[in-house]
């Protein structure tokens, strides 16, 4: 095990600070007994900072329709083989209130980008959600206009998940044809300068990924300042251009989650449903390697399987009760409890009181 590493997570775990070839440097050890101290080191900054509650976020994926052609994933826009579907608002609105009446705090409103749901139709699903329930709700859609974003601030949206997916800018062209980089974190900007509660995030094992690539990505995370972020594994879906690579590993996803702890103490970090598919005990390991959310799915049944992002996602023919129930269980399995509320980031929580004082 390398003292220079052992040395560096030290520093970083007291300071949170690190800087980019140091962080490369840890990324590139391979020792599966310095990894495990890692994560042992990155669940103590999460009990130290954020505590033992697991946030649950009820998961509404409300439109497989996408406008985008994105290598990677299983709805880009040339896959002829998936079949749409959409929720009637209407829909969207009643899954919600049943996700409330299941005990969630927070509801997820997540699709592709499909222009069929316009600014306005967005605004009415949150106003009437708003008015029927004590929910908060972020938003996952994708890139829009300033004007929309503020839009769905305006009516009432709390948060915003926007992945940057890799921070390599000529990477994220060649998987974003059409797209630039510097345009999604321009939203992002946005997002932040309106108020929400901003989340981010990268995947992991994506062809021509190296430490260098990986510890970008952590440290712009890092720098747009984000109250929330997602890592997952990259899964090479069929009818993609990456149908044939290898695909992200379960460990070193794991041990990404655990570097962001200690790099961003105060953010909410899921441990997400993509961990759940690769290994079956994946959500608690990422749990006790420093995240604190898990996002049920609350989608109606007969939609959840059409939402194939990526293939073999887990929990597509179970009723959101059994889901609710189930995830309740394992967070109590390894010693944690279920979060109450709308579980707010910390990281936004704390911003927005120094922003109050700078007023």
Same mark, same amino acid.
């Given at each position: 095990?390398?003292?220079?590493a052992k040395?560096l997570? &030290? ?12 962080l490369?440097?840890i990324i ?7 990894w495990?101290?890692?994560r042992?080191?990155?669940d ?5 900072y ?7 976020r /009820?998961l509404?994926?409300?439109?497989n ?26 829909e ?10 299941l /005990?969630?705090g ?10 069929y ?10 106003l009437?959600?708003k ?15 300033e ?7 305006? &009516?009432? *949206? ?7 997916e ?29 108020g ?11 062809? /021509?990924? /190296?430490?260098?690539?990986?510890a970008?990505?952590?440290l =712009?995370?890092?720098?747009l ?15 993609t251009? =990456? ?20 790099i ?24 006790k390697?420093?995240?604190?959310v898990?996002?049920?799915n609350?989608t109606p ?11 073999g996602?887990?929990c597509?023919?179970?009723?959101a009760?059994e889901c609710? =129930?189930?995830i309740e ?8 409890t ?10 936004y ?9 700078? *007023?």
């Amino acid at each position: 095990m390398s003292q220079k590493a052992k040395t560096l997570i &030290a520093k970083l775990a007291a300071t949170h600070k690190i800087g980019a070839e140091e962080l490369s440097y840890i990324i590139s050890q391979t020792d599966p007994i310095f990894w495990q101290k890692v994560r042992e080191e990155a669940d103590r900054v999460r009990q130290k900072y954020v505590g033992d509650a697991v946030h649950l976020r /009820g998961l509404v994926e409300f439109s497989n329709y996408c406008r985008c052609n994105c290598c990677y994933c299983g709805l880009r826009r040339d896959n002829r083989e998936v079949h749409r579907y959409r929720l009637e608002p209407e829909e969207i609105v009643q899954t919600a209130l049943f996700a409330a009446e299941l /005990g969630y705090g927070t509801v997820v409103l997540q699709s592709g980008e499909d222009p069929y749901f316009s600014a306005e139709i967005i605004e009415q699903i949150i106003l009437e959600i708003k008015k029927k329930t004590a929910l908060a709700i972020t938003l996952s859609v994708g890139e829009r206009t300033e004007e929309d974003y503020t839009i769905w601030r305006q &009516a009432g *949206a709390d948060r915003y998940l926007l992945r940057h997916e890799t921070a390599d800018p000529t990477l994220y062209s060649s998987l974003h044809p059409g797209r630039k980089l510097e345009e999604r974190i321009g939203c992002l900007k946005s997002l932040h300068r309106l108020g929400f509660e901003v989340g981010s995030g990268f995947m992991v094992g994506l062809p /021509g990924q /190296g430490p260098d690539t990986l510890a970008a990505d952590l440290l =712009l995370l890092q720098k747009l300042d984000v109250d929330m972020l997602g890592i997952g594994p990259f899964i090479p879906s069929p009818q993609t251009p =990456l149908d044939r690579e290898a695909g992200g590993s379960f460990e070193q996803t794991v041990n990404m989650v655990a570097l962001a702890r200690l790099i961003l103490p105060l953010a909410n970090i899921p441990a997400t449903t993509a961990m759940g598919t690769l290994s079956a005990e994946g959500r608690e390991i990422t749990l006790k390697a420093g995240a604190n959310v898990v996002m049920p799915n609350v989608t109606p049944t007969k939609y959840r399987s059409l939402y194939q992002i990526y293939p073999g996602k887990i929990c597509t023919g179970e009723e959101a009760g059994e889901c609710r =129930l189930c995830i309740e269980g394992r967070i109590k399995s390894i010693g944690r409890t279920v979060g109450q509320g709308q579980g707010e980031s910390l990281k936004y929580l704390q911003r927005s009181a120094n922003d109050g004082k700078h *007023a």
